[in-house]
């Protein structure tokens, strides 16, 4: 890597954000420099009505290494204000984010992975969380979302041993969506995303927000806060176009 290459490299495609973090000589490791300009990318994201989804992937065969610990005594922790580790950890991100996994995807890498809607992972992609082997803890989401993305003594197991969790047994565990040969990651994400896309922007964006805003609430109060985000979908001329493509026997024509 040239000392002048950009630390992320943002590519838009057809509705989708390719973000790819490009530290490859420390396996996509996050300092400040990386953190920034992956918080400028999920911003160009969020406001480019033209984006509809992104997707995060590293370069050189490794997802990410989580932080740059020879930084970290000088630096401390990557964060941008209130948003987290690489401005994502602890974001509020409307649109939808996939998260490609070659190699290692260890410590912050990880939890920058479980900070998106879902992965896609090459089968000899691996998974871990050893920040307690640092003296540290997986203090940017590792500890709070695994047991709840994991069984619990799986998502214990990791996070008390700093034991990895190889990608065929993330995927049998539901943690990944697609797994998929060596070098294949990047791909499969691309195509989960025209998935994606196929449907109408205001209703995947909102359903979002809706599994955001209700997570742990009971029916009764999460219903309460789930209608006045969903009730004014019903009214939109999106919701009247699947209606009548439907009946029409068509694909919708959705307004972009």
């Known amino acids: 890597m040239d000392s002048q290459d950009p630390v992320v490299v943002t590519e838009p495609r057809a509705g989708v954000l ?73 974001a509020r991100i409307r649109k939808p984010l996939i998260a490609a996994v070659e190699g290692a995807a260890v410590a912050g890498g990880f939890e920058l992975a479980l900070a998106c809607d879902l992965i896609t992972a090459a089968d000899t992609a691996f998974f871990a ?30 996070l008390l041993t700093a034991a990895p969790l190889p990608a065929p047994d993330a995927a049998r565990y539901g943690l ?21 896309q196929a449907h ?23 219903y309460s806060v789930q209608d006045p985000l969903s009730t004014p979908v019903f009214a939109t001329t999106a919701a009247t176009e699947g209606a009548s493509a439907f009946t029409e026997k068509r694909p919708p024509a959705w307004q972009r």
């Open 18 to 90: 390719l973000i790819t973090l490009n530290r490859p000589h420390v396996r996509n490791a996050v300092d400040q420099s990386l953190a920034d300009a992956m918080d400028a990318a999920l911003t160009r994201l969020e406001n480019d009505s033209r984006l509809a989804i992104g997707v995060l992937a590293g370069a050189g065969g490794h997802f990410c290494s989580g932080m740059d610990l020879k930084a970290f005594p000088t630096d401390g922790i990557p964060v941008v204000g209130d948003r987290g580790l690489a401005g994502l950890t602890r």
């Open 129 to 158: 969380l050893p920040e307690v082997a640092r003296g540290l803890i997986a203090a940017e989401g590792g500890a709070i979302r695994l047991p709840g993305r994991l069984p619990y003594h799986v998502a214990m197991e990791m």
């Open 176 to 196: 990944v969506n697609q797994l998929t040969p060596e070098g294949g990651a990047l791909g499969a994400a691309l195509v989960l995303a025209e998935r994606v």
């Open 200 to 222: 109408s922007r205001d209703a995947v964006r909102v359903t979002k927000q809706v599994v955001q805003d209700t997570r742990g609430l009971d029916d009764h109060t999460g």
